[in-house]
C-alpha cells in the first residue's frame, strides 16, 4: 500500500502541474508539498463514500490554503469523482475547478475558500454541528504554514479547543515558506508546536512525506478524545522537483514554461512518452 500511496502521489504532483501549465497560472510550490498527505488523506483516511453532499455520515474535508486545489484536484480525479481530462480546464472561464475551490461548482468541496483563515473556521462550525446532530463524521482541514499569521485561525483554535471537538483534525503543511520569502523572515511561527498546547488541542508533529508516519498520526487523532488534534507535518515546498524544491519563488501563480514542465516531469519519473502528451494536452 505504501508504494502505491507513493505512486498516487506522484500522480497527483504531475496533473498538478500539468493543470498549471495549461492554466498558464497557478500555485505549485504549495501544491506538491501538500500531494503525501493528500493521497493519503483521499485513499486510507476520508469515509467520503460517493462524495454525495447529502451523505449523513461522510467525513468532510476543507483545503483552507484554496490556492493549493491543483492538488486537490487531481487527487478527487485519482479516486474518481472527476474525469482527468476535466483538470486541463483549470482557471478557464465556464470550468467548475478555479484558482481556489468553489462549493457551488464542486458538489465534493464542503466550502469555498481562498482567503484565509475563513476554511479553517468553517471546518471548526461544522464539527460543532454534526457533534450536535450526534453524527459519527469527522471533520479534517489542512492549513498552510503563512496562513497561521491570520488572527482568525487563532481565534478558531481557542474556540474549539473550549468546545473540546475531538471530532476534529487539522494539518498544517508546514513548508516552512510563504509568498515569496520563509515563514521567519515575514512572521516567525515558532514555537508552533507550544501555540497549539496552549490553545487545548492535542499536537502530534510528523514528516509530511512519510506514509507510516501518517498513519500513526492520523490513528492517534481519531483515538484522542476531549480534544481537537493539529499535525504539524514537516513538509517541502516544491517536493519531487529539483529546481522547485526549498525555493518560495515558486509559491505562484507562475506560469510554467515548456522546458520547465520537461524538467519537472522528468524529476517526478515520467516516461519520456507521456511527456510529450503532457505538453499538448492529450495526455
Not at 483534525?169 to 513548508?175: A, H, L, M, R
Not at 516531469?265 to 512518452?273: A, F, I, S, V
Amino acid at each position: 500500500m505504501l508504494k502505491t500511496l507513493a505512486a498516487l502521489a506522484n500522480a497527483i504532483r504531475r496533473e498538478s502541474l500539468a493543470a498549471i501549465y495549461a492554466a498558464g497560472s497557478g500555485h505549485p510550490g504549495g501544491s506538491l508539498s501538500s500531494a503525501d498527505l493528500l493521497a493519503y488523506l483521499w485513499v486510507k483516511e476520508l469515509r467520503w463514500h460517493s462524495g454525495n453532499p447529502g451523505d449523513f455520515e461522510r467525513d468532510r474535508f476543507v483545503l483552507s490554503k484554496g490556492h493549493a486545489c491543483p492538488a486537490l484536484y487531481a487527487a478527487v480525479a485519482e479516486v474518481g469523482l472527476i474525469p482527468h481530462r476535466m483538470l486541463l480546464t483549470l482557471r478557464k472561464l465556464g470550468s467548475p475547478l478555479q484558482g481556489h475551490p468553489h462549493v457551488l461548482d464542486t458538489p465534493w468541496v464542503e466550502t469555498s475558500t481562498g482567503s484565509l483563515g475563513q476554511g479553517f473556521s468553517a471546518a471548526i462550525g461544522m464539527a460543532l454541528g454534526l457533534r450536535y446532530k450526534g453524527s459519527p463524521a469527522r471533520v479534517y482541514v489542512m492549513l498552510g504554514d503563512g496562513e497561521l499569521q491570520e488572527g482568525e485561525v487563532w481565534e478558531g483554535a481557542m474556540c474549539a479547543g473550549h468546545y473540546k471537538l475531538d471530532n476534529l483534525c487539522g494539518i498544517v503543511d508546514y513548508n516552512k515558506m510563504q509568498s515569496d520569502d520563509l515563514n521567519e523572515n515575514i512572521m516567525g511561527l515558532e514555537p508552533l508546536r507550544a501555540k497549539w498546547e496552549a490553545f487545548r488541542w492535542h499536537v502530534i508533529e510528523i514528516n509530511g512525506h512519510d506514509f507510516e508516519e501518517m498513519s500513526a498520526a492520523f490513528a492517534e487523532a481519531r483515538r484522542t478524545k476531549e480534544k481537537p488534534t493539529i499535525i504539524i507535518a514537516h513538509t517541502v515546498k516544491g517536493k519531487g522537483v529539483s529546481f522547485m524544491e526549498g525555493s518560495p519563488l515558486w509559491h505562484g501563480s507562475v506560469k510554467l514554461r515548456d522546458e520547465e514542465l520537461v524538467q519537472a516531469l522528468r524529476d517526478l519519473g515520467t516516461p519520456e512518452d507521456e511527456i510529450v502528451r503532457y505538453l499538448d494536452g492529450t495526455i
